[in-house]
């Protein structure tokens, strides 16, 4: 992959507030920063895939070859609908997540009842599995829709230089948490 090839990460920060800042950042392989767009989702909601397509659409950026999520389930279990992305995008999704879980449905039927744990149900089932990969000597579990398994092997690996945080999902997260001090401070 040439090191001029673009990578949108999409990490968010919240704290106890009711809406999540979400970050979508454009890195190069290089690790050079390309662009940035923020918006929101509802804590406890089920707007964040729309947020993750605003995102995408609000950076206008064809030049991007893949989009990495951090997690399905940002803004406490706001499940997002991978291939809903996929589709508005028309590039391969990735989702990327740090720890070894049972998965989420014993999470989400503890804190949801009715049609909010059906609604997310649904959309948590219709996720692809998530697979272990190694990278760097770390493991990360990685969900892909619009790509292979090798292939969203080569597009993490190529978009982690060290550790086992792919540069997009890292500067995202920085990015996100920033965006949100300040909203909080601005608030005070």
């Known amino acids: ?16 507030a009711d809406r999540s800042v979400l970050c979508g950042a454009v890195l190069r392989r290089d ?5 940035f767009a923020f ?16 995102l995408w659409s609000a950076l206008d950026r064809e030049d991007v070859r893949a989009l990495l999520i951090a997690g399905v389930a940002p803004a406490w279990f706001n499940v997002v609908d991978l291939s809903a992305v996929h589709d508005a995008a028309d590039r391969p999704v ?6 070894a879980s049972p998965g989420l449905e014993p999470a989400l039927r503890e804190q949801f009842s009715g049609d909010a744990l059906d609604r997310r149900l ?6 692809p599995p998530r697979r272990r990969l190694e990278v760097n000597g770390e493991d990360v579990y ?24 792919p540069e997009p999902l890292r500067v995202a997260r920085l990015a996100a948490r920033a965006a949100r001090r300040l909203r909080a401070d601005e608030d005070t």
């Open 1 to 16: 992959m040439k090191s001029g090839a673009r990578a949108l990460g999409v990490a968010e920060s919240f704290s106890e």
């Open 94 to 99: 990735l989702s990327v997540s740090f720890e």
């Open 31 to 35: 690790r050079i920063a390309d662009g």
């Open 142 to 165: 990685v969900r892909a829709v619009g790509v292979d398994d090798a292939g969203a092997a080569d597009l993490v690996r190529a978009f982690t230089p060290e550790g086992g945080r």
């Open 122 to 127: 649904r959309t948590y089932r219709a996720l």
């Open 39 to 54: 918006d929101s989702c509802t804590v406890g909601g089920t707007d964040a895939t729309a947020a993750v397509a605003d």
